[in-house]
Nanobody, 115 residues
Framework: QVQLKESGGGLVQPGGSLRLSCVAS???????????MGWYRQVPGKQREFVAA??????IDYADSVKGRFTISRNNADTMYLQMNDLKPEDTAVYYC???????WGQGTQVTVSS
């Protein structure tokens, strides 16, 4: 079994930046099998939405709403980041890390963009 933990959320003014981290722990053999990891976000009362994903092949995908502002990256099979620049109030949400195509999620980290 693999567990995910997000960190790096907080309160930031519009135009500011935050860097989110996601760390996977548990079975090393299972972690090494992870192909695609992604970031999703959810606002209370609304559906969870896709933000960005990164594949071992190098392919990276972004939601149109964050393209040009957010950057997804990784340094190991068990670590993923989301650099968020030029944050807008509409980016306010709980951000979740996910092993794509599975039901493995972290607990989420709150990002609030407000003046």
């Amino acid at each position: 079994q693999v567990q995910l933990k997000e960190s790096g959320g907080g309160l930031v003014q519009p135009g500011g930046s935050l860097r989110l981290s996601c760390v996977a722990s548990g079975s090393i053999d299972t972690i090494n099998l992870i192909n695609v990891m992604g970031w999703y976000r959810q606002v209370p009362g609304k559906q969870r939405e896709f933000v960005a994903a990164i594949c071992n092949s190098g392919r990276i995908d972004y939601a149109d709403s964050v393209k040009g502002r957010f950057t997804i990256s990784r340094n190991n099979a068990d670590t993923m980041y989301l650099q968020m620049n030029d944050l807008k109030p509409e980016d306010t949400a709980v951000y979740y890390c996910n092993v794509v195509s599975t039901q493995i999620w972290g607990q989420g980290t709150q990002v609030t963009v407000s003046s």
